[in-house]
């Protein structure tokens, strides 16, 4: 059964919510992806869905990283992403030797391919790009989505931030899943973003 009020509640996030950059939207869209193909990742306790925060972390990863590389604005102060951020990327497309005229979907695919089997300078870059992401997320669009702080999206702890990583781990998605710890949504929040999207 659909909740109404949780209805109304992501209506007005939508519709109400103000915005100063595309960070909103896209934890929309990285949650809903989330709740829809990662349900066996999802536990259901108190009432409430726990998501791990790798999975929106590489989303964001993977969604901004077109924009980053053709340079379009992604907030109203014209600015593509933070400094830091932007500033990773270039190191990784420096790494990968993409030139920033070639057309985004070839470099894309490169990307990709590099993030799903990075080498070791690389697993790096990408671990840096994670943390500050995963902080990004967080602090932002996180805390304030809804009508009230945290109150509609619920980190469980900061411990990504307290993640090392070293010569022996590798660099993947279950790495993100698994030590990005998790936040949560209303279970009936949950329902609606796995049933309607």
């Excluded at 829809?36 to 306790?45: A, F, P």
């Excluded at 304030?144 to 980190?155: A, K």
Aim: charged share 25%.
């Amino acid at each position: 059964m659909i909740d109404i009020e949780a209805l109304r509640q992501i209506n007005y996030i939508i519709e109400y919510d103000s915005t100063s950059s595309t960070y909103k939207y896209v934890l929309l869209k990285s949650v809903i992806n989330a709740s829809q193909k990662y349900d066996h990742l999802i536990k259901i306790e108190n009432a409430r869905a726990h998501i791990p925060l790798g999975l929106i972390v590489e989303a964001w990863i993977l969604d901004y990283m077109p924009f980053v590389f053709k340079n379009i604005a992604q907030q109203n102060n014209k600015s593509i992403l933070d400094k830091p951020l932007t500033t990773i990327y270039d190191r990784i497309f420096e790494i990968l030797n993409l030139d920033r005229t070639v057309e985004w979907e070839y470099a894309y695919i490169q990307f990709f391919k590099a993030f799903q089997d990075p080498t070791t300078e690389l697993s790096k870059e990408f671990f840096q790009l994670s943390k500050k992401i995963a902080a990004k997320i967080v602090a932002m669009p996180m805390k304030y989505i809804g009508e009230s702080e945290y109150g509609f999206f619920r980190p469980s702890k900061y411990r990504f931030g307290e993640v090392k990583f070293s010569n022996n781990d590798i660099f993947n998605s279950n790495f993100l899943i698994v030590n990005f710890d998790t936040f949560s949504i209303s279970e009936q929040h949950y329902n609606i973003f796995r049933y309607l999207g």
